[in-house]
């Protein structure tokens, strides 16, 4: 198993710009969130989804997108990318809602400049 | 909303000294769980904690949850360099929500 993969690993965003953060999961897992990581303020919770088709919002939901139409991706999306928004993004997945072990990506590390 | 803290901040100590980490929420919890993260890497689960005042260890490490469930508190005994990493804990409320994550705790530890 490759456990939670995400892809990039690195990305520069000009502000206004839009792109996708890939996130997939090769363990059936129903609970998929994701995370954004600064320093001094731990981890965030972004959005969540306990399933195929729903999603919610977590902690600092705005200037993010996401959906979830496979048990297996959780694709986040900036709409229109801000220097605010840069930041080291993890993905998560644990076998059903949170109270299970959560399994965590490499990350991606975001630029916005 | 539900808030979880965590203290302190950084800690520093000396190979072979001790290390606590407390991690206290605004709302009781239904669980409790703690997490570790090397320097560049991600975080990896250590444990959960689920009754009222449960202890467990995993060889130099103690976790504790309060009897109130609202309070965490992570020890390692006799730390090594290999401990150096910053820890999270990670609340849901009882009343259902999110998994909420404390701000962590960096230790570093000298040689």
């Known amino acids: 198993n490759a456990g939670v993969t995400q892809t990039p690993k690195f990305q520069v965003l000009k502000t206004g710009q839009s792109m996708t953060l890939q996130c997939a999961q090769d363990?059936?897992?129903?609970?998929m969130s994701w995370y954004r990581q600064d320093p001094g303020m731990g981890l965030r919770l972004i959005h969540y989804?306990?399933?195929?088709?729903?999603?919610d919002q977590g902690e600092v939901p705005n200037g993010y997108n996401v959906s979830r139409s496979t048990t297996e991706d959780f694709p986040l999306r900036l709409l229109s990318a801000a220097p605010s928004q840069t930041s080291v993004y993890f993905c998560?997945?644990?076998?059903?809602?949170?109270?299970?072990?959560?399994?965590f990506g490499p990350g991606t590390r975001l630029t916005v400049t | 909303g539900q808030q979880v803290m965590q203290i302190p901040q950084y800690q520093h100590v000396q190979e072979g000294e001790d290390f606590t980490t407390y991690c206290n929420s605004s709302?009781?919890?239904?669980?409790i769980q703690w997490y570790k993260q090397r320097p560049g890497g991600h975080p990896v689960f250590l444990i959960q904690?689920?009754?009222?005042?449960e202890v467990k260890k995993q060889k130099r490490l103690t976790f504790q949850f309060g009897e109130a469930k609202k309070n965490s508190s992570l020890h390692i005994t006799a730390t090594q360099t290999t401990d150096v990493g910053t820890y999270f804990c990670?609340?849901?409320?009882?009343?259902?929500?999110?998994?909420?994550f404390g701000q962590g705790t960096e230790l570093s530890v000298k040689p």
């Open positions: 998560a997945s644990s076998y059903q809602y949170s109270s299970y072990e959560q399994y």
């Open positions: 990670a609340g849901r409320s009882n009343q259902g929500g999110k998994l909420i």
């Open positions: 363990m059936n897992h129903e609970y």
């Open positions: 989804s306990v399933g195929a088709g729903i999603t």
């Open positions: 904690l689920v009754k009222s005042g």
């Open positions: 709302t009781t919890l239904s669980n």
